[in-house]
């Protein structure tokens, strides 16, 4: 049967553990299904494309468990430059930080998060986003129709969430009652649109453009054990 991809003599490191070996690997829909090892298991079939891989590693790609590629997937349809070290898939909105949900009219509260704490350009942000959300449910949908050379899965982030809910009040006061209510809300919206979790940070570097702390900042430990109940 033949193979969409056939990648022949690379020495495969296949995540399981085993010592590296030479093998020639086939790859049928998007899937591998045959891995051939050398000399004596060569996979002989033809395939549609086919690649020399001798001298080179042929391995599963990387998570990168820690990136903050919320706003950049949105310009950069590489993903550098993970990309370039073999990483296949990024977890974006950690740390607190994501750009949803939130309305495009109140952009500024989340990148104003994101500015000074992980060093991200606003003109970039201005420039690059095309604000087409509001809720996070519509955010992943517009990650989805945006072209990508990896894969994309992200959390919920406090900052974002708390703003959202609170608008300026995030940066200055403890959540309300009625504030805790909303939050759980979006957030078991988001989880059932397919975020992936919820992150917050509490760390005293992470301050806005103007050195107050950002929003996940001021929730009491109480906001934060209850967000996810």
């Known amino acids: 049967m033949a193979f969409d991809l056939l990648i022949r003599n690379g020495t495969v490191v296949d995540g399981s553990g085993l010592p590296r070996y030479r093998a020639d690997v086939g790859v049928r829909d998007g899937r591998i299904v045959a891995i051939g090892k050398l000399p004596d298991g060569r996979l002989a079939e033809p395939a549609g494309e086919t690649i020399d891989a001798d001298g080179h590693v042929v391995a599963p790609g990387f998570i990168d468990a820690h990136t903050h590629m919320d706003a950049q997937v949105f310009w950069d349809p590489l993903g550098t430059c993970s990309c370039w070290h073999g990483v296949t898939s990024v977890i974006m909105g950690n ?5 949803a949900p939130c309305a495009e009219k109140d952009k500024q509260l989340v990148l104003k998060n994101l500015e000074r704490a992980e060093d991200i350009s ?15 449910a519509q955010y992943l949908d517009a990650v989805e129709r945006t072209p990508k050379g990896i894969n ?9 969430l708390r703003t959202y809910v609170m608008g300026e009040r995030a940066f200055e006061q403890e959540a309300s009652a009625d504030d805790l209510k909303a939050m759980k809300r979006e957030l078991a919206a988001a989880l059932n649109a397919g975020a992936i979790g919820f992150s917050t ?5 992470h301050v806005t453009p103007e050195g107050r702390p950002v929003a996940s900042r001021l929730a009491s430990w109480n906001e934060i054990g209850r967000a996810h109940v």
């Open 95 to 99: 740390c607190g930080f994501s750009v």
């Open 122 to 136: 606003p003109t970039a942000m201005e420039l690059g986003i095309r604000w087409s959300w509001e809720t996070f």
């Open 152 to 160: 994309y899965a992200t959390y919920l982030g406090h900052s974002a």
């Open 201 to 205: 940070s509490r760390t005293e570097n």
